[in-house]
């Protein structure tokens, strides 16, 4: 019973060694965006300057996403950076394990409100509108594309997928492992600084950018690492 709650909760990291700082950063993260949905949640029952202090906390929170995003980016393309070899099946079945279970279990909860809360239900009424719309959610693409999620919390999670399939396919695609640190650094210094120009003329998921700057922070750490 204890490797079975072990495994699944992910206590454990396999073969994988745990890096102790990077989870106390997580925490961090999860408790920026828990201060998030409190400071929403607790509005209403406030007033005067207390509101002002609740909008502060509200943006200041929305940090966490972005250090997640981050941190996602720093140990996924560091892992496959540094492993002599590459598993797709192995990497494909631990990203789709380390996302689907909740969401499927949530999703479908969100189903069955809708049909015991119809007024506040998201699900169109026409059955080809319902089945592109929940195939929509179920692929995660609500976040990136303008679709309106039924999770409204699992933007995210588009994001999230996104990496998990490009990243990969950038490294293998342009022998990237083969390339020295440092060159890699410069790549993804080129990269963000297009990408925010980009952004900035013409909008976008700017939010992506973050996950490049955690390949930039590892990449710039292994120079380091060279050097000393």
């Not at 892992?79 to 789709?96: L, W």
């Not at 309106?148 to 999670?157: E, F, G, K, Q, Y």
Request: hydrophobic share 55%; glycine share 6%.
């Amino acid at each position: 019973m204890k490797n079975w709650v072990i495994n699944q909760l992910e206590i454990s990291h396999g073969s994988h060694a745990s890096l102790k700082a990077m989870e106390g950063l997580r925490g961090v993260a999860v408790f920026l965006v828990f201060l998030v949905h409190y400071s929403t949640l607790i509005q209403p029952w406030l007033a005067g300057s207390a509101i002002s202090l609740t909008h502060f906390i509200h943006g200041f929170g929305h940090l966490g996403v972005d250090l997640f995003f981050i941190l996602s980016g720093y140990l996924i393309y560091g892992t496959i950076i540094n492993k002599k070899t590459f598993d797709v099946a192995q990497y494909a079945q631990r990203r789709i394990i380390r996302i689907y279970p909740t969401f499927i279990v949530v999703f479908i909860i969100y189903l069955f409100l809708s049909l015991f809360f119809p007024s506040e239900s998201k699900l169109p009424d026409e059955t080809s509108s319902l089945i592109l719309y929940l195939l929509q959610n179920v692929l995660l693409l609500p976040g990136l594309f303008d679709i309106n999620p039924i999770i409204t919390v699992a933007w995210s999670l588009s994001y999230e997928v996104f990496y998990y399939v490009i990243i990969p396919i950038v490294i293998f695609l342009f022998s990237l492992k083969k390339w020295p640190s440092n060159y890699r650094v410069w790549l993804w210094v080129m990269l963000s600084v297009v990408g925010f120009i980009l952004a900035y003329l013409f909008g976008g998921p700017v939010r992506l950018l973050m996950f490049i700057a955690g390949f930039l922070l590892f990449d710039v750490q292994k120079v380091q690492n060279i050097v000393l």
